[in-house]
């Protein structure tokens, strides 16, 4: 079926470091992206998200970046700090008011 | 910041009891999702709920579960006879359907 996915189950930084966390998608229909950030025994948390229409978008201190032609989708982090310790997770979904189908999530470590 | 609630944080029930996890939504939102995650899994899609009525549901969400809005703050979920496999958090999440974020609250546990 069609899912969307993430290349690593986790990933090491050091603090100031900048991360970033792919995921690949494989429904070319979908036409919104979201980066949900979720910390232990919290529920997800909206990040950034981007339109299919999009190949760029800037928050702060967050990018996500999205390349249709490979169907990847990224997240930037700049100047990675302890508190962005988390699993996240890409979503994607064709419309609004249905469904999120998200990837399996990338555990980020930040050490100081 | 509005945001959505869920009560309670933490349920433990037996198998075969029914539970009903509870969940107050953004005010002025019109859609509402029940999302679940097993322990260090993806989070998967249950229900979304429009205008009274289901919109959509997964593969999931069979004949066990139900969902219900019984008054203008409340969204409810059901699950009639709980197996072990219903262990999970369940995630209630609410948007305005004109946009596509959804908003999640902070789950409850179910064992």
């Known amino acids: 079926g069609e899912s969307v996915g993430l290349h690593l189950p986790t990933l090491s930084v050091q603090e100031g470091d900048n991360s970033i966390i792919n995921c690949a998608y494989s429904?070319?229909?979908?036409?919104?992206f979201i980066w949900y950030k979720q910390e232990s025994g919290k529920g997800p948390q909206f990040i950034i998200d981007i339109r299919s229409n999009m190949d760029k978008r800037q928050g702060q201190r967050v990018t996500v970046l999205l390349n249709k032609t490979v169907k990847h989708l990224s997240l930037q982090i700049a100047a990675t700090q302890p508190g962005d310790s988390a699993v996240y997770f890409c979503?994607?979904?064709?419309?609004?008011?249905?469904?999120?189908?998200f990837g399996k999530g990338t555990t980020l470590s930040v050490s100081s | 910041e509005p945001e959505v609630t869920q009560t309670p944080s933490h349920q433990v029930t037996q198998m075969g009891q029914e539970v009903i996890l509870r969940c107050v939504p953004i005010?002025?939102?019109?859609?509402f999702y029940w999302y679940r995650q097993i322990l260090g899994q993806k989070v998967e899609f249950l229900v979304s709920?429009?205008?009274?009525?289901?919109?959509?549901k997964s593969e999931i969400f069979d004949d066990q579960f139900s969902v219900e809005r019984p008054d203008g703050s409340n969204f409810t979920l059901k699950i009639r006879s709980t197996k072990l496999e219903d262990s999970a958090m369940y995630f209630c999440?609410?948007?305005?359907?004109?946009?596509?974020?959804?908003?999640f609250g902070p789950g409850t546990r179910l064992t």
């Open positions: 999440a609410s948007g305005t359907g004109l946009a596509y974020e959804q908003y």
């Open positions: 979503a994607e979904n064709g419309k609004a008011g249905t469904a999120l189908i």
């Open positions: 709920f429009y205008n009274n009525e289901i919109s959509e």
């Open positions: 429904n070319s229909a979908s036409d919104y």
């Open positions: 005010s002025n939102h019109l859609y």
